[in-house]
């Protein structure tokens, strides 16, 4: 987007989310169906209020074709909605969703998305998402790419052991007091981290993120229809995308220019950024994400856990907006950014700026 | 519109391929397999609906909404996405609410003889059809609104599965009309 | 604040077959896309961002491909989208593409459908058996002939309508070079005497399996004045869906259909379809459904609008409405392109370039696409004029 | 917990065996590590791209140009697989490193045969290692190994 301050004011009016190890009580569609009634409930709205819908989710993920549509179910579809579907994390449902808002027909749009990981092998369906004649047939896994990447930087002394198991433990502390959280711990030291065992060389166990089940609902709605339905919304100052050459032995892998680059779309350097939720799948990616969106220590980072606490994949980005969202809406922050990426090494990057009045 | 037999001017360069192969017969295609392993496990509703299988029981889920009950049980009403808990028994008889012919084999259905009849089975006491084979009669006799009811396997045969029940036959009851038939009934008992 | 006018400024397409093994994935992305360029005199450098479609990744085995197809298809720096809405998907895509310049977020972008089904087969993919069920369900062709049954015992239909269908869009295909299925010497008894596949379904009432893909080039109102070569400009664009399954759900003539059509035609100012529209491009995937929409779309009174096969209104030769003037989906179906063909084609009708298949003097079109059991569905008017 | 109310479970295995055409440009690829040998192509600015692609992969203009490049090479980067995955082409615990091949400009991604990680250095020289039976795969090429052993061997 080229002149943020011309668009229609859009803001994250309700956020319900959920993320637990393994989702056995309940399918996607009945955990999306609650979820996204609550969303609703809370601002008091039913889907015949809502103008646009769109979801994120992924066949290869769930193992079936057109599995989004069984959870069209959990929205109530009838009568019939204005809907679409990305075969993308959900933080790319709600940029579409967002510029459906701008051509200014309707006011309100649902968006949500989900995964159930614990289903099969994530890492080996990760490896089909990789140039299908060079890399897939290979079979790499997305945490040994990661940790490609993870080693060019520390060769290069761009970070250190130490700046990763930081990472690991600001993860870990955060997540304690955010249920979603997998992987937390109150009281785990440096030296725990730094002592781990080395999984996926050079990474350690907590310098990967964990893999979860969950999902999450977010309700947009724009101008005075968000001032009535929240007290204090969470307006989407700016919002960009973009992604980097598929092809990793081409790029340099201890940056991410698409990440900075939609961050500098989306405004990041207008003002002052009090927190950030950021989405890695590693605590190295983390490190190059905060540099990439020019972050210091006055920028709360993941303070729900991140991605490292709890990664489900489809839904970590929006959850990342949601978890930002909500911290404006309860007025504990006033400026956030909240990211979401795709693909191997930080390949597609989204990056959300969200301010409170 | 442009000639879909020459390529845009952009791709009409020559590749050029290095001597030391050129004459040499091209691999034209790669083999890559893919084998994805999936753990399916159903959700409780439906857990408890194929369990129910094992007693030659149907269950259903009704809507908190209006009642409308739905076979096999979703866990949500999709019309309106609320979550259902309440099962309900269902009889393990019901109508044809439309149906195929079907002159295909389908994989891993050996045993089916060619051609069959796949049908919409509304059960007595439900608002939605759920598929089902139906056979023992021709497959010409088979209309839209005709009685049927379960066969069910052997009880040592039984297991936690839809599959217990063979397939449909007709019950000879009269059949219920065409306009009251399938989804139809619904509309029918809301006017 | 109103939408930015948008406009079809260029189209490209592959010719379709059941097997491009000429190329890659991405060579055959490119090929449609590149065309679509040179349709709009534009470079990869002047388009803003890209948005993709297809149907599931399965058919493919390439999770997401649109992360590894970003530098084919000139997206590196820039946004990408990919959209999955079933069947409808090449629909949903044109129109995804769309919402990024109506909102004013974009001035050019790139959108392109596509499937390349000779790298599996479809049939597998879509048909997964689901364990503790029973594995009845042989395919679409197994779930839309109940409902074409429906129709038929409805509306009263003589049973050969669909095979009248299937000949007039194998014949208007004949006059489209990109199409699959160019069968020359068909003949309508042929047709008729085509193995039953799930009966009322005849083997020459279904579409076929291709490789192919169809991209478009879209501008805002500005880039659509500046264009050298007539542009297609967007009159109304729609999505619907509603949930499967449930009771009182109208199977035939699905509410969220007629909802859709009554959103694009308003959109459009449009009240009498029939007389206002000059060519129609509907998703028919089997004959049946053309009858079937038309009546849905308004473009026919309920129960009648198989008439309008047998009096030849749909008929590129001299019908009052010609349908599916490319030979539809019933002559090339590669899944993720097919709504999007759908779109492409409605396009070049009122740009007049449609060649052999062109309706004369068409100034406003109509591009339809359907998916899901009939639960999914996009559409769009395209006008010679703008709006 | 009873066997009955253990919850019921079934595997669902999604397979097909896909055949992908290639197109001339990763087909000459191909039938160069058929015939044991690495083909890289070139960028507008001369750089070499290995392996290659049909387009630029930043400005996604058609590349045409295929050369011969030298089979051995420097490790990039390196991270250490073990156990291996289960549909890969090794069934050893490896490496896999970016690697660039003397003569190209950009790195490809395959395996290291080495005993242990203890082996792997970045920056360490690599030369490739083929298989007997080639049929014009990625895989033809069993990886690479140090360079100084097979000097030695």
Not at chain 1, 328 to 343: F, M, N, P, V
């Amino acid at each position: 987007m080229s002149e943020v301050n011309s668009f229609r004011d859009v803001a994250v009016v309700s956020v319900a989310s959920y993320q637990t190890k393994t989702l056995s009580e309940v399918n996607e569609v009945q955990l999306m169906a609650d979820l996204i009634s609550k969303c609703r409930n809370s601002v008091g709205v039913t889907q015949e209020d809502i103008g646009f819908t769109c979801s994120g989710s992924s066949d290869f993920l769930a193992g079936q074709a057109f599995s989004f549509v069984h959870t069209l179910d959990s929205v109530g579809a009838f009568p019939p909605i204005s809907e679409s579907h990305v075969e993308m994390d959900g933080a790319f449902a709600l940029y579409e969703a967002w510029v459906k808002l701008q051509i200014g027909e309707v006011d309100t749009a649902l968006v949500y998305s989900y995964g159930k990981p614990s289903a099969g092998s994530v890492i080996d369906v990760l490896a089909t998402q990789l140039d299908p004649y060079y890399v897939s047939p290979l079979w790499p896994d997305c945490f040994s790419l990661a940790a490609l990447q993870a080693r060019l930087l520390l060769d290069n002394d761009l970070i250190t052991l130490e700046k990763m198991a930081e990472v690991s433990m600001r993860s870990q502390k955060n997540g304690f007091d955010n249920p979603n959280a997998v992987r937390s711990s109150e009281d785990v030291s440096f030296d725990d981290l730094m002592n781990e065992p080395v999984t996926v060389d050079p990474l350690r166990a907590s310098d990967i993120s964990e893999i979860a089940d969950g999902g999450c609902a977010v309700i947009l709605a724009a101008g005075d229809k968000a001032r009535s339905l929240c007290e204090r919304p969470a307006w989407i100052k700016g919002i960009d995308h973009r992604v980097d050459s598929h092809t990793l032995g081409v790029r340099d892998l201890t940056r991410s220019p698409s990440a900075f680059l939609a961050a500098e779309k989306a405004g990041v350097s207008d003002d002052r950024i009090d927190l950030a939720e950021i989405h890695g799948i590693t605590s190295a990616q983390e490190l190059i994400l905060e540099k990439e969106f020019g972050l210091n220590e006055k920028t709360l980072v993941n303070l729900s856990g991140g991605s490292l606490a709890s990664d489900t994949m489809m839904a970590s980005g929006l959850i990342r907006i949601s978890e930002v969202a909500s911290r404006i809406i309860s007025d504990e922050a006033d400026r956030g950014l909240a990211h979401a990426t795709s693909g191997p090494c930080l390949q597609q990057n989204l990056v959300c700026i969200l301010e409170g009045e | 519109m442009t000639d879909p037999n020459s390529l845009p001017a952009a791709l009409s360069e020559k590749v050029e391929i290095p001597e030391s192969i050129s004459g040499l017969e091209p691999v034209r295609s790669v083999r890559s397999p893919i084998r994805l392993v999936y753990d399916f496990v159903p959700s409780p509703p439906v857990q408890q609906y194929l369990r129910s299988y094992s007693k030659k029981k149907i269950l259903g889920h009704r809507s908190p909404v209006d009642g409308a009950v739905f076979v096999p049980p979703r866990g949500v009403d999709p019309r309106h996405g609320v979550l259902i808990d309440e099962s309900v028994e269902l009889s393990d008889r019901g109508h044809v609410g439309n149906f195929c012919v079907t002159h295909l084999p389908i994989p891993g259905r050996d045993d089916l003889d060619i051609p069959y009849v796949s049908a919409w089975i509304h059960l007595d006491g439900a608002n939605v059809g759920f598929l089902g084979l139906v056979a023992g009669c021709e497959n010409d006799e088979v209309h839209i609104g005709m009685r049927v009811q379960a066969v069910w396997k052997e009880e040592d045969e039984l297991g936690n599965t839809a599959e217990n029940i063979l397939y449909w036959k007709p019950t000879g009851e009269p059949s219920v009309p065409v306009e009251k038939a399938g989804n139809r009934a619904w509309e029918h008992t809301n006017e | 604040m109103s939408a930015e006018l948008t406009a079809v400024l260029g189209v490209g397409q592959t010719k379709y077959s059941s097997t491009r093994g000429d190329v890659s994935i991405a060579g055959l992305c490119r090929e449609a896309a590149y065309r679509a360029l040179e349709d709009a005199c534009l470079d990869w450098k002047e388009i803003d961002a890209v948005v993709i479609g297809k149907a599931p990744d399965f058919f493919e085995g390439v999770m997401m491909p649109e992360l590894y197809l970003a530098e084919a298809l000139g997206a590196v720096g820039k946004p990408i989208l990919r959209v999955h809405t079933a069947g409808s998907v090449g629909g949903s895509t044109a129109l995804v593409a769309a919402s990024l310049i109506q909102s004013r977020v974009h001035e050019k972008v790139l959108t392109i459908g596509f499937e390349k089904q000779s790298e599996s087969n479809a049939t597998w993919a879509l048909s997964l058996p689901q364990p503790f069920s029973v594995s009845i369900n042989a395919g679409a062709g197994g779930y839309f002939s109940p409902i074409i049954r429906q129709y038929m015992s409805r509306s009263g239909a003589p049973d050969l309508i669909g095979c009248m269908v299937a000949f007039k869009d194998r014949q208007h295909a004949l006059k489209n070079p990109y199409a699959h299925l160019h069968q020359n010497d068909l003949t309508f008894e042929e047709v008729v005497e085509s193995p039953m596949l799930w009966n009322p379904i005849r083997y020459s009432e279904t579409c076929p399996s291709s490789d192919g893909a169809c991209a478009m080039v879209l501008g805002n109102e500005k880039s659509g004045d500046k264009a050298d070569k007539p542009v297609a400009w967007i009159h109304g664009t729609a999505m619907r869906s509603e949930s499967n399954n449930f009771p009182g759900r109208d199977e035939v003539n699905p509410l969220a259909s007629r909802q859709c059509a009554a959103d694009v035609f308003k959109q459009a100012g449009i009240t009498n379809p029939l007389k206002e529209i000059d060519a129609v491009e509907i998703y028919v995937p089997f004959s049946w459904y053309e009858p079937m929409w038309l009546e849905s779309l308004g473009f026919a009174e309920v129960d009648h609008g198989w008439r309008m096969v047998e009096d030849g209104t749909t008929s590129l030769e001299g019908g009052k409405l010609p349908v599916n003037c490319s030979g539809g989906v019933l002559s090339s179906n590669p899944i993720g392109a097919s709504g999007m063909i759908r779109f492409a084609e409605a396009a070049l009708q009122v740009r007049g370039m449609a060649g052999d298949h062109q309706v004369d003097g068409a100034k406003k079109s109509f591009g339809h696409a359907y998916g899901g059991g009939a639960q999914y569905f996009a559409m769009w008017i395209v006008g010679a004029e703008k709006p | 917990m009873s066997e009955l109310e253990k919850p019921l479970k079934a595997e669902l295995t999604v397979e097909y065996p896909f055949t992908r055409t290639t197109g001339e440009v990763i087909g000459a690829f191909m039938t160069g590590l058929r015939e044991k040998r690495l083909f890289g192509i070139k960028r507008p600015d001369g750089s070499i791209l290995v392996p290659p692609l049909e387009y630029d992969p930043v400005t996604s203009e058609p590349l045409t140009e295929m050369v011969e490049v030298a089979q051995s090479g420097v490790v990039e980067t390196w991270t250490w697989v073990d156990p291996p995955r289960p549909q890969s082409p090794w069934d050893a615990p490896h490496a896999l490193a970016l690697i660039r091949l003397d003569g190209s400009d950009t790195s490809m991604l395959h395996a290291v045969i080495v005993g242990s990680p203890l082996e792997m250095k970045t920056g360490m020289r690599v030369t490739a290692q083929w298989k007997e039976d080639r049929v014009g795969h990625i895989a033809d090429l069993e990886g690479f190994v140090q360079e100084i052993e097979k000097a030695d061997s």
